[in-house]
């Protein structure tokens, strides 16, 4: 059974080739793929600024919705757009990996927690 994670890439001031976005979906698919179930959609957003010296600064902003977990939005800026793509994907998969652990040993210390209240009646009734 494959999960689809639906990706939306938009962007501002570029021609998004096709090759750039089977990249994109290609590095997607693989910072995500231990947590696919949870992660229902992704959008990444490209744009681009000029900076104070005249250079132009690429950025990627990538807006990450997971169940159980706010949204998360992780932005990247770099003279190289791929370098900011690759980063913000992967500081953005890393994110979704502490909330979920986060998430995970909340509800297994809930449960032991109730567990322990349950014995706890038991002994007094």
């Not at 744009?47 to 104070?52: A, C, D, E, N, P």
């Not at 005249?54 to 997971?66: D, F, H, M, N």
């Not at 509800?107 to 009646?121: D, K, M, N, P, T």
């Amino acid at each position: 059974m494959r999960i689809k994670v639906h990706i939306d890439i938009q962007a501002n001031g570029y021609v998004v080739s096709k090759e750039l976005k089977r990249s994109i979906h290609k590095r997607i698919h693989r910072s995500f793929k231990f947590h696919k179930r949870k992660v229902r959609k992704v959008v990444v957003r490209l744009f681009y600024t000029i900076g104070s010296r005249g250079q132009t600064i690429k950025s990627c902003r990538v807006l990450t919705v997971a169940n159980g977990i706010p949204q998360l939005v992780t932005e990247k800026r770099s003279t190289n757009l791929m370098d900011a793509i690759n980063s913000s994907i992967s500081v953005s998969s890393r994110t979704v990996a502490k909330y979920l652990q986060k998430l995970k040993h909340y509800r297994l210390g809930q449960s032991r927690l109730l567990e322990q209240s349950q014995l706890i009646h038991r002994r007094i009734a």
